[in-house]
């Protein structure tokens, strides 16, 4: 008998950009900030997706180590605090790109902030060269200006590189009416417009990450990052979790 072929999947999309929390990698029973098996984890799905042919883009926030707002509650001023968190992107980003490069993956780590030590500058044809060469562009440092969100650093260098979607990669299997977790009685949205979102005060992403998917008229899929191959299927074009879109 004649071995049963597996049809691998097709990509939907070309070139995608990838928001990840830096939440998630976290451990959250002993609250260590960089869980090495939740990094190999992300950098297995990673793979899966990219040898699809998808070329990947990713920014990663740096909620696990330091976050803006929270530097004001220990005497830190705002604009100082934002870049102690730009500051902990980097060091995300700088972890992922060694979780990848140890699973085969050539990778570039792009800072808004120069360090040249570290990383490379920003640059956006030298960014659209790298995914050309089918490396993975991790940017880092959010938009390298305070009171900007990573989530509006993503929507940002999306726009920049031409992406066909923005997949903000969460721990929820997408967007609900209410806290899935404080109200049983919250029910999921397949599909919503940006409007929509912004009207009902959603908060998938903040209202100038919202704008600029808008105006550049790119989807957002919100999904269970951690949800076994959610992410492959996301890339396939199946339907998972919530698309944001016109």
Do not use: W
């Not at 991790?138 to 900007?148: C, D, H, K, L, V």
């Not at 704008?211 to 959610?230: A, R, T, Y």
């Amino acid at each position: 008998m004649a071995a049963k072929r597996t049809t691998k999947p097709k990509p939907a999309f070309r070139r995608i950009m990838l928001k990840l929390s830096g939440e998630a990698f976290q451990n959250a029973q002993t609250g260590e900030s960089l869980d090495p098996e939740i990094l190999q984890s992300v950098a297995a799905q990673i793979k899966r997706v990219r040898a699809l042919g998808v070329q990947i883009a990713i920014v990663v926030g740096g909620g696990n180590i330091f976050r803006g707002i929270t530097g004001e509650r220990c005497g830190v001023d705002r604009t100082t605090g934002d870049y102690m968190g730009m500051l902990a992107t980097v060091i995300n980003s700088l972890a992922l790109q060694s979780a990848l490069e140890a699973v085969g993956i050539h990778t570039r780590v792009l800072t808004a902030i120069n360090m040249p030590a570290v990383a490379e500058p920003m640059i956006r044809r030298r960014a659209m060269r790298h995914l050309e060469k089918d490396r993975v562009v991790i940017f880092a440092a959010g938009t390298g200006n305070p009171y900007f969100s990573t989530d509006s650093a993503a929507a940002l260098r999306a726009s920049e590189i031409g992406a066909d979607a923005l997949f903000k990669a969460t721990k929820v299997d997408g967007v609900y009416t209410a806290d899935p977790k404080k109200d049983p009685t919250a029910k999921r949205y397949t599909k919503l417009t940006y409007l929509e979102a912004l009207t009902k005060q959603l908060k998938v992403m903040d209202a100038a990450a919202f704008s600029l998917c808008m105006e550049n008229k790119i989807p957002i899929l919100v999904f269970n990052f951690f949800k076994e191959n959610e992410i492959l299927r996301a890339a396939s074009g199946k339907p998972v979790g919530t698309l944001v879109t016109e």
